[in-house]
């Protein structure tokens, strides 16, 4: 479905700062507060190289639209190999079905930090930690539910 492989400014600043200047406080541990949402547009992102500016993210608005919250055990690391680390969903996960509204073109999957808050890759708001580009895009229209298949949204990091 989606492969997120690049992170964003806010999150790799963060790493960098938690291992290398040893601020746990830069990057407290989101646990339980990552939340999946759905974007219809991303500009000044790239899957494969990250960012090229200020990326900009126009998350969905269907009708009964929301992010979904996934818990920390909602999570399967893989075991470490020498290429690649990844972690996927371990369960579905189920948007509400729109309620109307119009028809959203979904294209990216990201993952954040915030369940309503604005989304902000920079560190401030609902911050985003990675962002992915669906293998196809999906359309959805009223009475529709996008779900993602368990194991079909991974997180990797190269």
Not at 9 to 29: C, G, H, M, Q, T
Not at 52 to 73: F, H, L, M, N, W
Not at 110 to 131: P, Q, Y
Request: hydrophobic share 40%; charged share 15%.
């Amino acid at each position: 479905m989606a492969t997120a492989n690049a992170a964003t400014s806010f999150l790799e600043n963060r790493l960098l700062s938690y291992i290398f200047k040893n601020d746990a406080a830069s990057f407290s541990s989101p646990g339980d507060n990552i939340f999946v949402g759905l974007a219809t547009a991303v500009s000044n992102f790239n899957d494969s190289t990250g960012e090229s500016g200020e990326p900009t993210i126009t998350e969905a608005d269907y009708t009964s639209y929301g992010r979904k919250q996934v818990a920390a055990s909602g999570w399967t690391l893989t075991a470490d190999t020498a290429n690649q680390q990844t972690c996927t969903n371990a369960a579905d996960i189920d948007f509400t079905a729109s309620g109307g509204g119009g028809t959203d073109v979904i294209t990216h999957v990201f993952i954040a930090t915030h369940e309503t808050a604005s989304l902000d890759t920079l560190g401030s708001g609902g911050n985003v930690l990675f962002i992915g580009a669906l293998d196809a895009s999906k359309s959805i229209a009223t009475g529709d539910i996008f779900r993602i298949n368990a194991g079909n949204l991974t997180i990797e990091l190269k």
